[in-house]
């Protein structure tokens, strides 16, 4: 097996790994980048519906779970979403904002992917791609990597192989392996956004509302908060307020969907009852929520089916109560399969928030969602990606 010497080798072709790369590229290093896929950049490729939000121009330390919450500040500080808007600025991408701060592409995630492989290759870095990596072994040299196609000696060993969400494309526990051989300690993993599933009973309940979209604020028992879109599924729930949520959802718990933010039901109650009191709660109520679920509430005898003029103070209290504060338990989440990020990973106490440095391991560097880092739905996990890739890159 031919050996291959490079100054940096870098696990992984993904967000993370071909920033670092292009970073320590052209800070002058030689840099080897692997990866066990046929294409660099698969989750960019297929996120945000193909079209990449490729990060969030409000993302600050608040919108990452962390066990160490202080972790994420320095990289975050000193390569901020601004700093990457101007990267894709200069290769002159065309992207479009929306209302909490996200930013994708007007034509295709490809496009982000272009926007780095140029930049690896403006920087002289090497991408091996199908090349799966077998055995890491520390010498006085670096570290000594055997892959399926060669092996390589490098001074600087970066993980950025991601987590385990998405098998299909690729995901596998490599990054978490060697952490362990190394000594750290792996944060319980799980999926993280990702839809929930519901008990059979419920599954059967809700069936029919396939496909029916619902805008709430949905709460976790520990308080968390998302105001977006709820997705019906023949499963469950999912859509962008569910997939926040099942961050902060453990295994167990409920949560609480008020089915109505914006309004205030009982002051709505005391209109109704004033100016439309002949008119059927059901068909008020389908100005407010969907009529197929406002029919499935009345015909399961969730609410009653009855004039606003003939509902009981404790019935309209017990109404109210229901809308504004409906609590399900779902019975777990459809997994790694759908998720888009991996919850958990590599200790950050055990790694230099400013390079991504094991503390005891001079030149191993973990970068990315490898590590115990996962921001909310909205680009903020791209951010992450850039401002460790880049940090982990300046001090290569």
């Known amino acids: ?50 079209r990449c939000n490729f990060t969030n121009e409000n993302a600050s330390p608040d919108n990452y779970l962390c066990q160490n919450p202080h972790f994420i500040k320095s990289a975050l500080s000193r390569y901020s979403a601004q700093d990457f808007i101007d990267l894709v600025d200069r290769h002159g991408l065309a992207y479009h904002h929306k209302k909490l701060g996200q930013l994708f592409c007007d034509h295709s995630a490809q496009d982000i992917v272009d926007i780095l492989l140029t930049e690896c290759q403006w920087a002289g870095v090497k991408i091996q791609l199908r090349t799966e990596l077998l055995t890491v072994t520390k010498n006085n040299l ?3 990597i055997e892959t399926s196609q060669n092996a390589y000696q ?53 069936a029919e509302l396939a496909g029916v979209s619902i805008y709430c604020q949905v709460s976790s028992e520990q308080g968390k908060s998302f105001e977006e879109n709820i997705l019906f599924t023949h499963r469950g729930l999912s859509g962008p307020a569910i997939l926040q949520i099942s961050s902060f959802w453990q295994r167990g718990e409920s949560i609480t969907i008020n089915l109505l ?14 100016h439309q009191p002949q008119k059927s709660l059901k068909n008020i109520l389908a100005t407010l929520l969907p009529k197929r679920f406002v029919d499935l509430l009345i015909s399961n005898k969730s609410i009653p089916n009855k004039t606003i003029n003939q509902l009981t103070h404790q019935e309209i209290t017990q109404l ?13 989440t459809e997994g790694y399969r759908t998720a888009e990020v991996t919850l958990g990973g590599i200790n950050t106490d055990e790694l230099s928030s400013k390079t991504f440095q094991a503390k005891n391991y001079q030149g191993l560097y973990f970068i990315g969602e490898v590590i115990d880092v996962t921001g909310w739905l909205g680009g903020y996990n791209f951010q992450f990606a850039w401002s460790s890739g880049w940090a982990c890159g300046q001090a290569l």
């Open 1 to 50: 097996m031919a050996i291959i010497n490079t100054e940096v080798l870098i696990v992984g072709a993904g967000a993370a790994g071909l920033m670092c790369a292009a970073t320590a590229g052209y800070r002058g290093k030689s840099v080897t980048v692997i990866d066990n896929g046929k294409k660099a950049g698969r989750k960019i490729l297929i996120s945000g519906g193909g």
């Open 142 to 144: 670096g570290y000594y």
């Open 154 to 206: 490098c001074q600087y060993l970066v993980i950025a192989s991601g987590g385990l969400t998405m098998p299909k494309l690729g995901a596998t526990p490599i990054g978490y392996k060697i952490a362990e051989q190394f000594g750290l300690t792996i944060i319980p993993t799980r999926a993280a956004l990702v839809p929930l599933t519901l008990h059979e009973h419920d599954k059967k309940r809700f």
């Open 261 to 274: 933010p914006t309004a205030n039901l009982a002051l709505l109650m005391q209109e109704w009852r004033k």
């Open 320 to 332: 109210s109560n229901y809308l504004h504060h409906w609590h399900i338990k779902p019975n777990g």
